[in-house]
Nanobody, 123 residues
């Protein structure tokens, strides 16, 4: 069982930055690929970024490439999402998720989810 707790969301102006954190319980954090997803009001949840258990492999959806960076610190059981050059269309609830094995972009493949953190970008 893995418990995930996100933090770091908030209100920011367009062009600003935020760093989301996701703290995981358990002693086998490095076994899990981690993903960040987001859900805007009235829209389906969408993939944002993923990272392998070792941190050596990352992947981003096209709309955030060059602006967002996913990273992890396995010693701290934490995964991060650094978000720069934020746009109003980035406004959503952001969720982190965990799965054993390789990362995927499919939310149905992830076994554990955090409660979400709200990110609001004003224009």
């Amino acid at each position: 069982q893995v418990q995930l707790v996100e933090s770091g969301g908030g209100l920011v102006q367009a062009g600003g930055s935020l760093r989301l954190s996701c703290a995981a319980s358990g002693r086998t954090f490095s076994w899990y690929a981690m993903g960040w997803f987001r859900q805007a009001p009235g829209k389906e949840r969408e993939f944002v970024a993923a990272i392998s258990g070792s941190g050596g492999s990352t992947y981003y959806t096209n709309s955030v490439k060059g602006r967002f960076t996913i990273s992890r610190d396995n010693a701290k059981n934490t995964v991060y999402l650094q978000m720069n050059s934020l746009k109003p269309e980035d406004t959503a609830v952001y969720y982190c998720a965990a799965k054993k094995g390789l990362w995927t972009t499919s939310d149905s493949s992830y076994d554990y989810w955090g409660q979400g953190t709200q990110v609001t970008v004003s224009s």
